[in-house]
């Protein structure tokens, strides 16, 4: 099955700073990229996702890019703010009936100090 | 438009009882998630059900585990016997037909196995 590894585990920044959060899957299979954005104790939120015929999205601060070659692929939050602060989630997803299932990596504590 | 609803929001079952999680999809999303979050882990899909239909349930352990969305009422997640290592959070998420990549979480339940 896929296999999605997630690095770093913590990033602590400060106020102002860009983060970067880098996942790697194993499964070629896998074509569409999501991340999640999930506050303590709240529900994981999308905030964006990429598919695997683009190499790169942009969302205001937020970008994500994709190697399919390498199977990587990383999001990129510029002019960090405090309300940043989250545990963000890269997932690997294949289709399946008609959907797609995420293979979630195991998140990435951000901390943006003010 | 409400959100993705479950219920209760805090179970708290003994070893060996039953615990059911309620999941009502957003309107108009006839597909339907369920994931289990560990302690500071990722999400783990379980499985993905239709109405009337269990799609795809590759992620659900194969005993004391069952899921069900039935043509009227919310979808089900059922956890019979329950043990100790059963105490986690579990998010549903909906999907619309349109754009089944789209998954919208629920606030989740956490389960306590005492």
């Known amino acids: 099955g896929e296999n999605v590894e997630q690095h770093p585990s913590t990033l602590s920044v400060q106020e102002g700073d860009s983060a970067v959060i880098k996942c790697t899957y194993s499964?070629?299979?896998?074509?569409?990229f999501p991340w999640y954005k999930q506050e303590l104790g709240k529900r994981p939120q999308l905030i964006i996702d990429?598919?695997?015929?683009?190499g790169e999205k942009k969302d205001q601060r937020i970008a994500v890019t994709l190697n399919k070659t390498a199977k990587h692929f990383s999001l990129h939050i510029t002019e960090t703010q405090p309300e940043d602060s989250a545990v963000y989630f890269c997932?690997?997803?294949?289709?399946?009936?008609?959907?797609?299932?995420?293979?979630f990596g195991r998140g990435t504590s951000l901390i943006v100090h003010p | 438009n409400a959100g993705v609803m479950q219920n209760p929001r805090h179970l708290v079952r003994r070893r060996g009882q039953e615990a059911r999680l309620r999941c009502s999809p957003m309107?108009?999303?006839?597909?339907v998630y369920w994931y289990r979050q560990l302690p500071e882990e990722g999400l783990k899909f379980m499985v993905y059900?239709?109405?009337?239909?269990?799609?795809?349930e590759s992620g659900m352990p194969k005993e004391r585990f069952s899921a069900e969305f039935p043509k009227e009422g919310p979808s089900i997640l059922r956890i019979q016997q329950v043990v100790r290592g059963d105490s986690a959070a579990y998010f549903c998420?909906?999907?619309?037909?349109?754009?089944?990549?789209?998954?919208?979480f629920g606030p989740g339940t956490r389960l306590t196995v005492t």
């Open positions: 998420a909906s999907s619309p037909s349109g754009k089944t990549y789209e998954q919208y």
């Open positions: 499964d070629s299979a896998s074509n569409y």
């Open positions: 990429i598919r695997s015929n683009v």
């Open positions: 997932a690997a997803s294949r289709e399946s009936g008609g959907s797609y299932i995420p293979t």
């Open positions: 309107k108009g999303h006839s597909h």
């Open positions: 059900l239709q109405k009337e239909n269990i799609i795809d």
